[in-house]
C-alpha cells in the first residue's frame, strides 16, 4: 500500500505549485512528491473540504442575501413611469370608473410592530445561516466521501483535492439559488 510513507499534519491551506505533481519527462512518480502537501486523516480532509467551501460559497449567498435586504428594505416604487403615455380617446376611459389622476391607494400593513428593515435583515440573516448550513453538510458529505475514495484506493490526497471540491460544490450550489431566489426576489 502507499500509506506506509510518514506524512505529517499539513497547516490549511498549504496550497503549492501542483506542477511538480505533473509527470512530463521526468519518469515515473513517487506518491509524494518533495515540496508537496497531502492529506492522510479523514478530519484534517474534511477541515480542508469545510474552509475552502465556506470561502467560496458563503459570498453567493450574502450577494443574493444583500440583493434580497435592499429589495425589502427599499423596496422599488410602485408608481408607473411610462416613457411613452398612453393616449387614450376622450370618449373611452382606460377603465371603468378609473380616474387617471388616482394615486395608489396604500395598504395597511399586515404587521405594524415589525419594520421593513427589520424584516429585511431577517431575510439576510437566513441566507446567511442557509448559506453556512449548506456550506457545512455539503463539506461533510464531500469531504468524507473524498476522504473514503482516497484511503480504499491507498492514495494521498494532495490539498489541492478539497480545493477543487469546494469550487465544484459552490458552482452547483450557484447554479441552484441563481434562477428561483431571483425571479422570488
Not at 10 to 29: D, K, Q, T
Not at 86 to 93: A, C, M, N, R, V
Request: charged share 10%; with cysteine; glycine share 8%.
Amino acid at each position: 500500500m502507499a500509506m506506509e510513507n510518514d506524512v505529517t499534519a499539513v497547516s490549511w491551506p498549504s496550497l503549492y505549485n501542483p506542477a511538480i505533481e505533473l509527470s512530463i519527462g521526468r519518469g515515473p512518480l513517487h506518491p509524494v512528491q518533495p515540496g508537496g502537501s497531502y492529506l492522510v486523516n479523514p478530519d484534517d480532509i474534511f477541515r480542508f473540504t469545510l474552509y475552502w467551501t465556506l470561502i467560496f460559497h458563503l459570498p453567493f449567498y450574502a450577494i443574493c442575501g444583500i440583493y434580497a435586504f435592499l429589495n425589502f428594505a427599499f423596496p422599488p416604487s410602485r408608481r408607473s413611469t411610462a416613457t411613452f403615455p398612453l393616449e387614450t380617446s376622450p370618449h373611452i376611459p382606460l377603465s371603468p370608473g378609473s380616474n387617471q389622476t388616482e394615486q395608489w391607494i396604500k395598504r395597511p400593513r399586515p404587521n405594524v410592530r415589525r419594520s421593513r428593515l427589520a424584516f429585511a435583515l431577517l431575510v439576510f440573516l437566513a441566507f446567511l445561516f442557509l448559506s453556512l448550513t449548506g456550506a457545512v453538510m455539503g463539506a461533510a458529505v464531500v469531504g468524507f466521501v473524498l476522504a473514503g475514495v482516497y484511503k480504499a484506493g491507498g492514495f494521498y490526497m494532495s490539498t489541492w483535492v478539497p480545493f477543487v471540491w469546494a469550487v465544484i460544490q459552490s458552482l452547483v450550489g450557484l447554479l441552484a439559488i441563481w434562477p428561483s431566489i431571483i425571479n422570488i426576489i
